[in-house]
């Protein structure tokens, strides 16, 4: 069974967390996800129990408890949602009229003409920014 804790101190070790799951071993794993901009654990974890008896009695137990100053909340873990947020409208690339686009159907995107200015070579010139 996998739960979440969730409302956990940055501070609050893996020991820590271990120690306080003592009552319910056998853990089968323990995931303290790491915040990639800053390098240090983010305030939950996700722990899996060999059996749903522990489990349960492990979020009777545990929800609401104090570890590091902090409250836990602990429960049972949801899968994750497939697709999360609303999907977004497919991309469309500039192509030529009749080209075939990715899922097979025919797009017809019509081309911005390029107004750029011209240097003495003849090539274009960047716009440059104010």
Same mark, same amino acid.
């Given at each position: ?12 070790? &893996? ?24 390098? $240090?654990?983010? @305030? ?7 059996? =749903?008896?522990?489990? &349960?009695?492990? !979020?009777?137990?545990? /929800?609401?408890?104090?570890? @590091?100053?902090?409250?836990?909340? !602990? /429960?049972?873990?949801?899968? =994750? ?6 999907? *977004?409208?497919? $991309? ?6 009749? &080209?075939? @686009?990715?899922?097979? &159907?025919?797009? =017809? !995107? ?5 107004? =750029? ?5 003849? /090539? *274009? ?6």
């Amino acid at each position: 069974m996998k739960l979440f804790i969730g409302n956990l101190s940055y501070e609050t070790t &893996e020991g820590e967390l271990l120690d306080m799951l003592a009552d319910f071993q056998p853990i089968l794993d323990l995931h303290r996800p790491i915040d990639r901009e800053t390098g $240090r654990p983010r @305030g939950f974890a996700f722990v899996t129990l060999e059996n =749903r008896e522990k489990g &349960e009695a492990a !979020v009777i137990q545990l /929800n609401g408890a104090a570890i @590091g100053g902090r409250k836990l909340h !602990v /429960n049972v873990a949801e899968d =994750r949602r497939a697709g999360g947020a609303a999907p *977004r409208p497919p $991309r469309r690339r500039e192509m030529d009229d009749g &080209e075939e @686009g990715e899922g097979g &159907e025919i797009v =017809r !995107v019509q081309k911005k003409p390029d107004d =750029r200015p011209v240097d003495k070579q003849g /090539n *274009r010139v960047r716009y440059k920014g104010i």
